[in-house]
């Protein structure tokens, strides 16, 4: 596939996604609007579909786009929360990863949701010539595929004292595997339109999955922060930065593939949410 | 008896032709406003003084109200509005107590609909409450109501159904009364305060629903951290961060709905329409405040007017003079000024969040205006809004630096002596009254399956399905202000975030953002009604509620409870006298309103406490009130802020009929 249709596809899925989130919702209050006060109204199931993210990374040589969504649909006390995290380069096809998560949440305390469900994962595979992970040198990982697993997923949604939105999810994979990652974001108003949220994300592993380039332990951490404007609350254009820093065995496999073990990214993008 | 319609009043069936002329005439006159009902005319078009609300009287009196869907807008911007008659708000309502109102109401609608007369007794199937009362009007239909007149009083009307009240569905009612009031007064104006948005209040709530700090642009800065460290230093300011962090609220939580949507309405009227009341130098003007606000709290002065509460709920009072007065959502405030200067004067009706503002004109002549005043920096809250106690050396809750012990709450001030050895929380305990009434019957009564009968007359004593707590008897004598009381181990489950850890009352204080002037403001303590009580009997049962919500949804419920899952009526025994005590265990105020009953507000005046239909409690605040339920029936009692009731601040009290059993649970569900 050409270059050009590949990024011709790549702009028309990020087309969808955004027709998607700004269509108007069916009128959730038409059905309640001849309702008794305090009938039914009280009970309505809504839909909330949140672009956390939706933006191109600027300085990475292949362009990618990125893409994070989190939704979900219930009422007050149980959700059914669907999250979608993916990247794929706007220069090449193949590639590219994605992940979704369909998680059944429920509130356990004022702040908190447990959530359990599944989740998808697929990403390229690394085939590998026997390599000491603690010595690059010893030998060369080519790309070679993909790999999909699916993996249970338990966590929490909440928010900690401090408003630190924070989301811990361990995953068991359909080979054993065990993995944690937490993520954390906080909201800095400098105006009440202008607002800074640093954001970390936290990546573990019990076990080393060679295939993907994850070793045992602390695998990454992620540290950024996002600048956005709230021309509206809905809709809300930002800049940000990030820095990746891989660690232990994982930062040696991706080194074994060309890769660095710390990664400075610039990124533009859109926060839109209904 | 013919009065043409512009006068305000329907005297006489109106056709819809007839009705639709009528309304474009009105139009016409008003230009700017063309849906102005005739009380909100320029002054110019509209009769003087009295004339402007003159009401029909006589005991055929009929009144036909069509409901309607109709465009609506100004400031260049188009909206439709659900209108009564056409106009927004809806017609002068006049009555006669003693009489009988007879009223067609005519859905024109593609929903149901409905009126609820607020703070009329009236008999049950008459209120009004569609699945409470009756089962609403369908469109098409007629619904006729028709009681007899028993009160006197400013009160209003509004749609129970949906949304409607949001958009446009209310109007003001006067019930002259029968014997001559006890105070004079030349001229008199309605002035009803409301909220209009043009965003859809379904989309409003939804939005609420997601975020709910949707519609505040009031937050805490980067900015404003600096300037606290600046005035109380880097640790008190830190320290003030993380103890409003850890509770994940905010101190700038006043509404949850703001000027960011909502214009701010006088009669119908934005700002610019400048509504004006004429009067002539050295006359007394009766003014009739109604705040039909769905979710605005309005804090009104007339700069240069001292003003004279003469009615608060419709009932006389003894006059009392303020320059400034906060008017709940739901509520009535009658006041009389006496302008004597050839001059404009302002009637300034600011949100309490600061975020907008109604205003009208007094004016001896047409076209004129005053000053407007500049608007006051945006109020927070402070420790004691969130139920942080005082005098309770030790605790937890009282390490906070930063607590603003002045109740009325701006900023915190830096280095606060937390432990306050002034408030004497230990000392009241011990009393046997306040050990009875110690905080929340909690989970030691809720092992028991629904209510625990005892005394064998039916009288209910324990803790219903949904929390409500239901005491024999109550030592304290009746009209005095509730003990500081201490929150017990009952955090109300998930729906609750934060529960206040003390409770007390906070009638003297004016609430936040008010009082700190250098003017007087009107507050509870203040309010006496005009002829003490002959007999002042004693309650028999306390009642108490707890006001609980979770911000970070946007959930609001009583006991933790919401509407929906609580569905068990509240029993009342016909002409029992009960305490009906509220305690707000959340950051926001609450105007909270009681179907089918006067209460009397136990503000430490025993047989001199006022009449209300509907009280705010602050936040953190406990409040307690006593009534003699009548009419038999099921009646809602409900947050007057009206998607806090739409997501389930709302019960239902079921009132026994004469002589007959009380309702059990899982009874009277409709």
Known sequence: MSVVTHRARVMCSSLVIAALLLVQPARVHAQAGGAAHGMDLDRVIRTFILAEQLEVHANQPERPIDVELVSWIGGDYRRLYLRVQGEQSTLMSGGGEMQGDALYGRLITPFWSFVAGGRVDTRPRTVIAPVDFGDPSTGRREPGGRLTRGMLAIGFIGLAPGWFEVEPTLLVSDKGDVSLEVESSFDLLFTQRLIVQPWIEVNAAVQAVPEIGVGSGLNDVEIGARMRYEIRRKFAPYVGVSMLRRTGATAAMAHGLGERRSVGTITAGLRIWR | ?670
Not at chain 2, 402 to 424: C, H, I
């Open chain 2, 1 to 670: 008896m013919e009065r043409s319609f512009t006068d305000g009043v329907v005297t006489h069936p109106v056709t819809r032709r007839r009705f639709l002329h009528a309304a474009g005439a009105v139009g016409a006159l008003a230009g700017l406003q063309r849906l102005a009902p005739a009380y909100a005319l320029p002054a110019s078009d509209r009769g003087a003084g009295r004339a402007a609300l003159a009401g029909v009287s006589g005991r055929d009196t009929r009144v036909d109200l069509i409901i309607d869907r109709t465009p609506f807008g100004f400031g260049g911007r188009r909206s439709v509005a659900t209108t009564i008659n056409g106009s927004v708000p809806g017609p002068l309502l006049r009555f006669r107590e003693g009489e009988r109102a007879t009223i067609h109401v005519t859905n024109r609608l593609r929903e149901d609909t409905s009126i609820h007369w607020h703070g009329l007794l009236v008999p049950n199937a008459m209120d009004g409450v569609p699945g409470v009362n009756f089962p609403g009007i369908h469109p098409g239909q007629t619904f006729v109501y028709d009681f007899p007149l028993r009160q006197y009083g400013t009160y209003w009307y509004h749609s129970h159904s949906g949304f409607q009240e949001q958009l446009g569905h209310y109007g003001p009612l006067i019930i002259d009364p029968s014997e001559p009031e006890p105070f004079q007064y030349d001229r008199e104006y309605v002035v009803m305060l409301s909220d209009w948005s043009f965003e859809d209040p379904g989309k409003i709530l939804d939005n609420l629903k997601k975020q709910s700090a949707y519609y505040n642009f009031q937050r805490r800065t980067v900015g404003d951290f600096f300037r606290d460290v600046d005035r109380n230093g880097l640790r008190a300011t830190i320290a003030d961060r993380w103890e409003w962090g850890k509770m994940r609220m905010t101190p700038t939580d006043i509404s949850d709905v703001t000027g960011s949507t909502y214009t701010y309405l006088l009669n119908g009227l934005p700002p610019a329409a400048n509504w004006t009341g004429l009067f002539r130098a050295g006359e007394r003007v009766r003014l009739r405040f109604i705040n039909a606000g769905a979710g605005s709290y309005f804090d009104v002065r007339i700069p240069g007017l001292e003003m004279t509460l003469v009615q608060a709920s419709g009932q006389h009072v003894q006059p009392v003079a303020f320059d400034e007065f906060r008017i709940e959502i739901a509520q009535t405030f009658d006041v009389i000024v006496k302008p004597t200067e050839d001059r404009a004067y302002t009637i300034f009706a600011e949100s309490m969040d600061r975020s907008g503002y109604a205003r009208g004109t007094l004016a001896p002549r047409a076209g004129m205006s005053a000053e407007i005043p500049r608007r006051r920096p945006r109020p927070t809250l402070n420790m004691v809004d969130m139920g942080m106690a005082m005098g309770m050396g030790g605790h937890e809750g009282m390490s906070m630096p930063g607590m603003d012990m002045s109740g009325t709450g701006t900023a915190s001030k830096p280095g606060a002596d937390a432990s306050m050895p002034g408030m004497d929380m230990p000392a009241a305990a011990t009393k046997p009254a306040a050990a009875a009434a110690s905080g929340h019957a909690g989970h030691d009564m809720s092992s028991m399956p629904g209510v625990t009968a005892s005394g064998g007359a039916g009288v209910f004593e324990g803790q219903l399905r949904d929390g409500t707590i239901i005491r024999a008897s109550n030592l304290r004598a009746p009209g005095t202000i509730p003990e500081p009381v201490m929150h017990g181990n009952n955090t109300h489950g998930s729906a609750s975030a934060g529960t206040a850890m003390e409770t007390r009352s906070r009638l003297s204080e004016p609430g936040a953002g008010l009082g700190e002037d250098g003017w007087r403001v009107l507050v509870w303590t203040d309010v006496k009604r005009l002829t003490p009580a002959e007999t002042f009997e004693p309650p028999v049962r306390e009642i108490e509620l707890h006001l609980t919500g979770n911000m970070e949804r946007y959930m609001w419920s009583i006991n933790g409870i919401k509407f929906s899952d609580a569905r068990d009526p509240i029993p009342l025994k016909h002409g029992e006298r009960i305490r009906l005590t509220i305690v707000n265990d959340t950051m926001m105020a609450h105007p909270m309103h009681l179907h089918g009953v006067f209460m009397e507000l136990e503000n430490g005046h025993g047989p001199e406490c006022p009449y209300v239909h509907t009280i705010n409690v602050k936040p953190a605040e406990r409040v307690s009130l006593l009534a003699t339920p009548v009419d038999p029936g099921p009646w809602a009692f409900h947050c007057h802020v009206l998607f806090h009731m739409d997501v389930g601040m709302f019960r239902v009290f079921h009132v026994s009929e004469p002589g007959g059993p009380m309702t059990t649970e899982g009874e009277a569900r409709s």
